[in-house]
């Protein structure tokens, strides 16, 4: 008799479990971005604050520094802060635009911190100078900065420096510019539910993935050399750690008509013969993304 209503009881639970709706799936936003021009990505985080890293889109000499679409101050609504990689003018050129406009504070290494305030014309107010090795914290994030290595520029040597003026008309930056070689400076942003935004950029993947060994960011902003294979890319990506990675400085790329989302693919599909719980995505310059943490059902499971 207990038996039949314990089959009876599993019978009716089984009806009732077919007649609840449930929700294929969900998600959580984390932040919204956009990829704009080499190492600038725009990021709106949740807390409202705009965080935006190497401000550049000045049209220049050289295939590589011409843009398919004119960009301006205009084109932004919002700068809390700035994050510079290193003093090479396609990461510092358009600064000064976003300082007036939105009087942002400006994260930069303290060794070119007062070049960068003489030569911009730029107030110390703004400017926030940080150490590698250092973690600091606002209520919007914790940033913790480490120490990179730019790639070697064969060519212009220590007397043509002047490729600022040459390239973009703008005088006076060689002084400033001598330090962009020296100090390249990457971070990670921990946001306040723990989500962590990692930024590497340069040659220096090695020493980064040891400094991010416990620690691995959620969404990796990684720079695509010109020259790097999709082999390459796929194990830096590996050792960098993150789910969610997007190029940057791959505008160089397309001056040699080089296929980013082919060379996407090629990398998700590697990431995928090696079981990487990561992937590559190729943003679209200047559209909006929403990056999030989400569920879904499981089709091929079904």
Known sequence: ?????????????????????YAPSEASAQLKLRWVNANMVEMRLPSGKTFVTDPFYTDGGGISFQLPLKISIDDFDAC???????????????????VDKFHP????????????????????????PVEVGHTYY?????????????????????????YTEKLFGVKGTEPLDQYGSLFNTNFMLTL????????????????Q?????????????????????????????????????????????FAF???????????????????AACRMFNPKRM??????TGICEDVEEQ
């Open 80 to 98: 809390d802060y700035i994050f510079l990689n290193h003093a090479h003018p396609d990461h510092y050129l358009n600064i000064k635009e976003f």
């Open 138 to 162: 606002f209520p919007e994030f914790r940033l913790d900065t480490y120490h990179g290595r730019h790639n070697a520029l064969t060519g212009i040597g220590f007397g043509n420096y002047a």
């Open 1 to 21: 008799m207990k038996e039949n209503n314990v089959e009876n009881l599993f019978s009716t639970i089984a009806k009732l479990d077919e007649t609840v709706l």
């Open 287 to 292: 559209k909006w993304y929403t990056v999030q």
């Open 105 to 128: 504070l400006v994260f930069v290494d303290s060794m070119y911190a007062g070049e960068l305030s003489r030569t911009m014309g730029i107030e110390l107010a703004y400017i926030f």
């Open 192 to 207: 306040p539910n723990g989500y962590k935004i990692g930024f590497a950029a340069g040659i220096d993947n090695l020493n």
């Open 209 to 253: 993935a040891e400094a991010w060994r416990n620690s691995q960011p959620n969404l990796l902003l990684h720079q695509r050399m010109v020259y790097t294979t999709p082999e390459d890319y796929a194990q830096e990506v590996i050792s960098l750690g993150g789910q969610l990675v997007l190029p940057i400085h791959h505008e160089t790329a």
């Open 257 to 275: 008509n080089a296929d980013m989302q082919k060379f996407t693919e090629e990398v998700n599909g590697l990431l995928a013969a090696r079981s």
